[in-house]
């Protein structure tokens, strides 16, 4: 249950009417929610348990999708390459293999071109936008666990820990997670608008993969019609997050992280969320 007494804010914004506004929306709401929201380029205004590590489900695809730019600027793969679908994948923490379960999958396509080639490229297009969780494996395989965390760190992303592959349920079972914090999704997004993920070039690309996002149940509902929303989402069972920068009338832009879990009623959560996204919308409209 969200109380008073657990939703924290950083003491220089405590005051401030957005941050108010949206803990009155969270007053006794059930489940647990962690929220950034900065003009671009700004510290944020609203930092509500913004530092708890959180479960990532697909967010932390972007930490993916960055990794493999890196790579790519690097010369250590070419997004021209092909890798050949398939579905099997060994387990971070035995010699044990596992598979995707396309049911819970959200871009069956890939399984039905099994054992054919695919670039590097469309790979990361589905993996974003589709959110495709046999993608993300395929990239993560081809990339190494090491190496997206090395780059991680390199940039200085600590609040955001890509633990695992996807539905490696033998390293979750020895709590080896994907975690996120708004804060850490917060900086990654100031850093991509900002052209310094990889380069601006790679900045731009990765910005543009995310305008295509197909899955919008979150932020964008209440927002006018047509707004420009670059976005990764996540959801697994309890948990529904979005992480946006989001383009106002004028050009400016503002961040927004919205992170949940222990939700007894994911479309509750949903609610309360798109609630969260159009105060926010409204406030930047305004100042």
Same mark, same amino acid.
């Given at each position: 249950? #969200? ?9 220089? *914004? ?14 006794n !709401?059930?489940?647990? /929610? @962690? ?9 944020p205004?609203?930092? +509500? ?11 932390? %695809?972007?930490?993916?999708? @960055? ?11 070419? /997004? ?15 010699k044990? /293999? /596992?598979?995707i379960d396309?049911?819970?999958?959200? =871009? ?18 589905? #993996?974003? !936008? ?5 993608a ?12 997206i965390?090395? &780059? ?12 695992? #592959? +996807? ?12 975690l996120?914090t ?23 690309? &990765?910005?543009?993969i ?7 149940? +979150? &932020? ?9 929303i ?11 997050? @979005? ?8 050009? %400016?832009?503002? &961040?927004? *992280? ?6 007894p ?9 798109? !609630? ?6 409204? =406030?930047?409209?305004?100042?």
């Amino acid at each position: 249950m #969200m109380t008073a007494s657990n939703v924290h804010a950083e003491p220089k *914004i405590s005051s401030n009417s957005l941050s108010i506004t949206i803990k009155n929306t969270l007053q006794n !709401q059930r489940g647990d /929610f @962690d929220i950034y929201a900065a003009p671009n380029k700004n510290p944020p205004l609203v930092c +509500i348990n913004c530092d708890t590590l959180t479960p990532a489900a697909s967010t932390i %695809k972007l930490a993916v999708i @960055d990794a493999a730019y890196q790579a790519e600027k690097d010369g250590k793969i070419n /997004f021209n390459d092909t890798i050949i679908i398939h579905n099997h994948f060994q387990s971070l923490v035995s010699k044990n /293999f /596992f598979s995707i379960d396309q049911k819970e999958d959200s =871009y069956d396509t890939l399984y039905e071109q099994n054992g054919q080639p695919i670039k590097i490229s469309e790979l990361l297009r589905v #993996m974003i !936008q589709y959110s495709s969780n046999l993608a993300t494996n395929l990239l993560v395989e081809k990339l190494g666990l090491p190496y997206i965390n090395s &780059i991680l760190k390199q940039q200085h992303l600590n609040g955001m820990i890509l633990g695992r #592959m +996807i539905e490696d349920l033998e390293a979750d079972g020895q709590n080896i997670k994907n975690l996120v914090t708004a804060r850490g999704l917060g900086i990654f997004l100031q850093k991509l608008e900002n052209g310094e993920i990889v380069g601006p070039q790679q900045s731009h690309e &990765i910005i543009q993969i995310m305008l295509g996002q197909k899955f919008n149940d +979150i &932020i964008p509902p209440l927002l006018p019609k047509n707004t420009p929303i670059a976005h990764k989402t996540g959801w697994i069972k309890g948990v529904r997050n @979005d992480a946006a920068i989001v383009i106002l009338p004028n050009g %400016k832009k503002y &961040i927004l *992280i919205l992170l949940s879990k222990n939700l007894p009623s994911e479309p509750e959560g949903i609610k309360i969320f798109n !609630q969260v996204s159009k105060q926010t919308y409204d =406030y930047f409209s305004q100042h």
